[in-house]
């Protein structure tokens, strides 16, 4: 009998403060999300800026370079990543374009600037 009583208030407690946690959670993903922009633009206007400053000619073959980067609280392109490439040139070239990237003005949640990971293609023909 002690034991069933052990287990049951066990059971409680793990679940109260499983819906605690759970409900903090939900309160901070339902904040105001406002995404990054890139010179006070949308994310077309960072394509532009990558496709008029790539080199073309440092792509070997055609085909998609996947690629991420993180957009940090002082709008600044960090943590590049190249995820799938086209070739080694092409990719130096790439994280070249994305270091010499001007500032973004970084996403925010409650009036707070935050970093984000932003994973995007570029295709080549």
Do not use: C, H
């Amino acid at each position: 009998m002690r034991k069933l009583l052990f287990l049951s208030v066990f059971f409680l407690f793990s679940s109260l403060s499983f819906s605690q946690i759970q409900g903090e959670d939900e309160v901070y993903l339902n904040g105001d999300l406002i995404d990054a922009k890139f010179q006070d633009g949308d994310i077309e206007k960072f394509y532009n800026y990558v496709i008029q400053n790539f080199n073309v000619q440092t792509v070997e073959k055609p085909g998609q370079i996947l690629f991420e980067f993180t957009v940090n609280e002082k709008g600044e392109v960090k943590n590049i990543k190249i995820l799938r490439d086209l070739g080694t040139n092409s990719a130096l070239e790439l994280i070249r374009v994305l270091r010499e990237s001007p500032k973004w003005q970084p996403a925010s949640r409650g009036g707070k600037p935050i970093s984000i990971t932003l994973k995007m293609p570029l295709n080549f023909k």
